[in-house]
């Protein structure tokens, strides 16, 4: 049975854009068009969405999905990463867009139907790319674990999730790979499992979660491309033009913190603290749990 995608703080999302007919919207990560189709409806019929993803088979369900709405504002679908929205913008021939929404999370589907190794649950390739069709040139999981340095993947399991025992599962990487290469995900996490102590296997977080984690966000230069999008945001956002961003686990939430209040001049935050999912959307999407949202306003 297929998973459902289900957006995360939708409301609050839609409401934080402050939508305006006729104004011009980006969804960074449309994914199969959750938040993009709620945004294509508030416009009615006026006004622009762009929407990017690195997923092209996402995007092509997404554009499926979308224009087939009753009165569709104008709209573009891009394959590209969100990093690079001024370059995207400057392309489609727009200066200036009233909001932005960027949702950093993994969609259910890339968890459990994508086949390219984002889940413990399924052995799987280890990719953990984001773009479905990944190229040679794009760096994989695989890549990480069979030919980064220990010291390196040590560094990527702290820095991107907190990974309590890194070293040990760093060290046991290696010495895995210097027998066999390491393929699949169910060898990464019997790996894993062979480094971590018996306590930590039975606790209630699944003990691969981090080291997936650190990997995926590895592969896909995650940080690097929220930086660079908080970066482009009050270059690309017209006068009181919105962005949300949502984030789902406080390594992501940190960086989003701390590069938006280094342009607070530019960038006023429009509440005090980050918007949480209420009861009523856990008990309809546990997913959730850890989401959190933040808008600003260009000044």
């Known amino acids: 049975m297929k998973s459902m995608h289900i957006p995360v703080l939708l409301d609050e999302t839609i409401e934080g854009l402050a939508i305006k007919e006729g104004g011009i919207y980006v969804d960074c990560t449309t994914n199969r068009g959750g938040h993009s189709i709620k945004i294509a409806k508030a416009l009615k019929g006026n006004g622009t969405l762009i929407c990017i993803d690195l997923d092209k088979d996402a995007l092509k369900e997404a554009e499926k999905e979308i224009s087939s709405i009753k009165n569709p504002p104008t709209l573009h679908f891009v394959h590209s990463n969100f990093r690079y929205i001024q370059s995207i913008l400057k392309e489609l021939g727009i200066s200036h867009v009233d909001g932005i929404l960027a949702d950093l999370g993994l969609s259910s589907q890339e968890l459990d139907e994508s086949k390219r190794g984002f889940s413990f649950r399924f052995d799987e390739p280890l990719l953990m790319t984001y773009d479905a069709h990944p190229t040679e040139d794009m760096t994989t999981a695989f890549d990480i674990v069979n030919y980064w340095s220990e010291s390196t993947i040590a ?54 979660t981090k080291t997936f984690q650190a990997l995926r966000m590895a592969a896909n230069d995650e940080l690097g491309s929220i930086n660079d999008l908080i970066e482009a945001l009050p270059h690309v956002l017209a006068s009181n033009g919105r962005a949300c961003i949502i984030t789902f686990h406080s390594t992501e939430d940190r960086i989003v913190k701390q590069g938006l209040r280094t342009r607070i001049e530019m960038l006023k935050p429009i509440t005090k603290k980050a918007i949480i999912p209420n009861n009523e959307e856990l008990e309809k999407n546990p997913r959730a749990r850890s989401a959190q949202l933040r808008i600003v306003e260009r000044i």
């Open 155 to 208: 560094d990527i399991l702290f820095g991107f999730s907190d990974e309590t025992y890194r070293g040990r599962i760093a060290r046991a990487i290696v010495e895995s790979r210097e027998k066999k290469q390491i393929k699949t995900t169910f060898e990464l996490v019997d790996i894993i499992a062979s480094a971590v102590p018996v306590m930590y296997r039975h606790r209630k977080t699944h003990f691969a």
